[in-house]
C-alpha cells in the first residue's frame, strides 16, 4: 500500500507466518489488512486464500509428490481426477 495515512496509528497482525497491517482509528479503521512480509509460503497462501482459491501450487505438487507413496491419497486423488473430468465434459 503506498499511500499510507500520514500520522496514522497501524495495528500489525502475524497470523500463519505472514504479517498485515491495518489502520486502528477512525476514519480508517474499515479499511482491510493488507500484507507487509512474513515468509514466502505464508504470503502465498494468503495471497492463494483472497483469490479464492483452495491452496497453492506449490500445495498440489506437495500433494502429488506424497500421492506416490501413500495409498489412500493416491485413490483419492484419483477419484478427484474423475469427478474433475465428469464435470468439464458435461459443460
Known amino acids: 500500500m503506498s499511500d499510507l495515512k500520514t500520522g496514522e496509528a497501524l495495528i500489525y497482525e502475524r497470523v500463519d507466518n505472514v504479517?498485515?497491517?491495518?489502520?486502528?482509528?477512525?476514519?480508517?479503521k474499515d479499511i482491510p489488512r493488507w500484507i507487509i512480509g512474513g515468509d514466502a509460503d505464508g504470503i502465498n497462501r494468503a495471497k492463494a486464500k483472497e483469490q479464492g482459491d483452495?491452496?497453492?501450487?506449490?500445495?498440489?505438487?506437495?500433494?502429488?509428490?506424497?500421492?506416490?507413496?501413500?495409498?489412500?491419497?493416491?485413490?483419492?486423488?484419483?477419484?478427484?481426477?474423475?469427478?474433475?473430468?465428469?464435470?468439464?465434459?458435461?459443460?
Do not use: G, H, M
Open 54 to 91: 483452495l491452496f497453492t501450487y506449490k500445495d498440489w505438487q506437495e500433494i502429488t509428490e506424497l500421492a506416490r507413496t501413500n495409498k489412500t491419497l493416491k485413490k483419492c486423488l484419483s477419484k478427484v481426477l474423475d469427478i474433475y473430468l465428469l464435470s468439464k465434459e458435461n459443460k
Open 19 to 28: 504479517v498485515y497491517a491495518r489502520y486502528r482509528d477512525e476514519p480508517y
